[in-house]
Structure formats: structure tokens, C-alpha cells
């Protein structure tokens, strides 16, 4: 499963649980729109932070880092550790 795709599947079932993960579209505005309120982003970056390994505490992020499936996607790649070969 892809990166962007893993995300899209867990903001489905945890904020859109009647949406099919196929209709978001990875450019859908999940902050303007509602779907991901304040408290819901603390959440959200929990699990970003748990699942790819990434210390958000010691990175500068901002809400525009996860305005969409997209920029969560290439947020992840950036800052999550390589695997080691």
C-alpha cells in the first residue's frame, strides 16, 4: 500500500467512516472543509507520529503540513526515518 493511500485510509475510517476511501481526493481541503477540526489534527499527528516514527515535537509544522491527504503524504516523506537495508 502506498504512503498516500495508507493515510487516505485512516482518515477515512476515523473522520469520513461513510465516505469510500476511493471519492477523497488527495488535494481535498480536510481543514477548510471540517473534516479534521483542532483536536482532531492533535490526533491525527499522534498517529502520524506513532505509525511512521516521526518526533513532531522537535519539528516546525504548520496547519498547511495537513491541509490535504497530499501534503500529509509529503510531509511524511520528508521527516520519517529510512528503513536500514
Known sequence: MTLQR????????????????????????????GVVTSLQLLRLIGWLGDRYDIPFGDLDIAPDDFRSVAAIAELVSRHRPVAAN
Open 6 to 33: 495508507e493515510i487516505t485510509q485512516h482518515i477515512v475510517s476515523e473522520y469520513l467512516p461513510d465516505t469510500p476511501a476511493e471519492e477523497l481526493a488527495a488535494d481535498y481541503d480536510l481543514i477548510a472543509t
